[in-house]
């Protein structure tokens, strides 16, 4: 696994209806209403996010990696697969991201693993003054309190940690480098974290590539925590990292004036926004809610009748689309393919 076949999955799923830089609003979770539909469009939830601080001359390098290999094309502004691409997509791994629900906060979760492993290493040497490995000072005061009410000096608790680490760990499906990689990135009394470069010299792999693994093996790792009872210990250290409203807090707000039956130029006049924005919002909203009243802007006909037509030409693009249906908006044609699969 690596960025370049992250990318060609990804385009596989958008093939030719999007741009080259769509990969890359996708990886770092831009919270746009276009990138925002894309991942319900696409089915592309799993990777929303994972990079978030993802450079674009990385994003361009792996890009023009699958373009100098033949994988894809760029057909005017459009990315798609080339014959050679499709067929390669079934030699790619099977993802396990979950960057719809962390969106980049499962480093938090590591970075409170990370601290309260040094803190009871050191503790059960008799050392209570150390260098924390977590400058994030919100890290420090998570796990300050975790600590508080804790036998921390009984080495039984260092070990019912300990053991229930090994166990999430075994139980989550996490590949043998994945483990090896988590484990590195550990730091106890005696033994430090390998930096990434370390890593990359010992593993011989690309520094990107170790990041999106150990990624993924946080992304495997938190649903296993947070989904049983054996674990009690870790999932208090687990607390707040899956995002609890899928909604942005701008489309919150927008959404309570909703709910109270004001009409959309009226929540725009309130909260002193541009209409394109609250039409994101809406589109936010439907993307997130199944019971959203999407007949409350389009009929039930008209939704039939633009899917099937996107159906018919194999298209999501907008363009093609509001050629068909001149009478509809830009923001009725997104509603509706946001309803694509309830009506699908």
Not at 30 to 46: C, I, R
Not at 76 to 104: A, M, N, Q, V
Not at 109 to 126: D, H, W
Not at 244 to 252: P, R
Request: proline fraction near 2%; charged fraction near 30%.
């Amino acid at each position: 696994m690596n960025l370049s076949s992250i990318l060609l999955f990804v385009i596989s799923k958008m093939n030719g209806q999007r741009t080259l830089n769509a990969g890359l609003h996708l990886l770092r979770g831009k919270k746009s209403g276009q990138t925002l539909t894309d991942v319900e469009y696409f089915n592309v939830k799993p990777f929303f996010a994972i990079l978030p601080k993802l450079e674009e001359t990385t994003y361009t390098k792996a890009i023009d990696k699958l373009l100098d290999s033949g994988l894809i094309i760029q057909d005017e502004k459009f990315i798609k697969l080339t014959e050679e691409g499709s067929k390669s997509i079934k030699d790619l791994p099977d993802f396990h991201f979950r960057g719809w629900d962390y969106r980049g906060r499962e480093m938090i979760f590591f970075g409170r693993i990370a601290l309260l492993v040094q803190t009871l290493s050191y503790v059960r040497k008799g050392e209570f003054s150390f260098n924390p490995i977590q400058k994030d000072r919100d890290i420090q005061i998570f796990v300050k309190r975790f600590l508080e009410r804790q036998p921390i000096i009984d080495p039984g608790f260092a070990k019912q940690i300990g053991d229930e680490l090994k166990k999430a760990v075994l139980k989550s499906g996490m590949s043998d480098i994945q483990k090896y990689i988590f484990v590195c990135r550990l730091t106890g009394k005696t033994e430090t974290a390998k930096t990434w470069d370390q890593l990359s010299s010992e593993l011989e792999m690309g520094t990107e590539a170790l990041r999106l693994q150990f990624i993924e093996s946080l992304h495997r790792l938190l649903p296993i925590v947070e989904d049983s009872d054996e674990f009690s210990f870790l999932n208090k250290i687990a607390f707040g990292i899956k995002v609890h409203s899928y909604l942005t807090d701008s489309a919150m707000h927008t959404k309570r004036l909703f709910d109270q039956g004001h009409s959309m130029a009226s929540i725009a006049s309130i909260r002193k926004l541009k209409m394109s924005t609250i039409e994101d919002h809406i589109i936010e909203m439907a993307m997130n809610d199944k019971r959203f009243p999407v007949t409350h802007f389009v009929s039930e006909e008209l939704i039939h009748a633009v899917v099937s037509k996107s159906l018919e030409l194999g298209t999501k693009r907008l363009k093609l689309l509001k050629d068909e249906f001149e009478t509809l908006s830009y923001f009725e044609l997104r509603l509706i393919l946001t309803a694509y699969k309830e009506v699908e």
